[in-house]
T-cell receptor
Framework: DTAVSQTPKYLVTQMGNDKSIKCEQN?????MYWYKQDSKKFLKIMFS???????INETVPNRFSPKSPDKAHLNLHINSLELGDSAVYFC???????????FGQGTRLTVV | TQLLEQSPQFLSIQEGENLTVYCNSS?????LQWYRQEPGEGPVLLVT?????EVKKLKRLTFQFGDARKDSSLHITAAQPGDTGLYLC???????????FGKGTKLSVIP
């Protein structure tokens, strides 16, 4: 019974394409996140949603657009993919701001 | 921006040895979490510390939160190959939804 699941696990695509990554959590949490982990393993927050509302939007190109249709889902759409977008993207959820974050398995995005 | 510095960045030790990983900041955090990440997986929470000076133990792992809530350490006793992984500390500021992660310590325990 997966708590935070994201799809796909691997994504290889050409520059200029548009792609989406989906995330779902079945923990009943009210806060969801997208993180980017670069090749040096540094985890950096991109977006945070609380009860479907955007509360954190770090300095991320506007080619990245998160969408939260409901509390259990937070999808990430990326337009006009660039080589520098290659990374592992993690979805996570938590209950409130102080509680532990539960991470998905990650989506390894490779832009060629 | 709150920054967390982790040291060392890489650590390779023999099975049975002890080790300590440090997480330091000039900022005060309301809570600090430690995660372990294995290849191809997402980070998994090990512990959360919230009180200055707090010490928590998880089997052979001992976590300490600094008195001023600006730093933390993770001590592993008698390391085993199963401890191998990337250890990440993450701090939450007061009233913030944002977790700030350190850059991690990659631990390899050689049998």
């Amino acid at each position: 019974d997966t708590a935070v699941s994201q799809t796909p696990k691997y994504l290889v695509t050409q520059m200029g394409n548009d792609k989406s990554i989906k995330c779902e959590q079945n923990l009943g949490h009210d806060t969801m996140y997208w993180y980017k982990q670069d090749s040096k393993k540094f985890l950096k927050i991109m977006f945070s949603y609380n009860n479907k509302e955007l509360i954190i939007n770090e300095t991320v190109p506007n080619r990245f657009s998160p969408k939260s249709p409901d509390k259990a889902h937070l999808n990430l759409h990326i337009n006009s993919l660039e080589l520098g977008d290659s990374a592992v993207y993690f979805c996570a959820s938590s209950q409130g701001w102080r509680s532990e974050a539960f991470f998905g398995q990650g989506t390894r995005l490779t832009v060629v | 921006t709150q920054l967390l510095e982790q040291s060392p960045q890489f650590l390779s030790i023999q099975e049975g040895e002890n080790l300590t990983v440090y997480c330091n900041s000039s900022s005060v955090f309301s809570s600090l979490q430690w995660y372990r990440q294995e290849p191809g997986e997402g980070p998994v929470l090990l512990v959360t510390v919230v009180t200055g000076g707090e010490v928590k133990k998880l089997k052979r792992l001992t976590f300490q939160f600094g008195d001023a809530r600006k730093d933390s350490s993770l001590h592993i006793t008698a390391a085993q190959p199963g401890d191998t992984g990337l250890y990440l500390c993450a701090g939450a500021g007061a009233g913030s939804y944002q977790l700030t992660f350190g850059k991690g310590t990659k631990l390899s325990v050689i049998p």
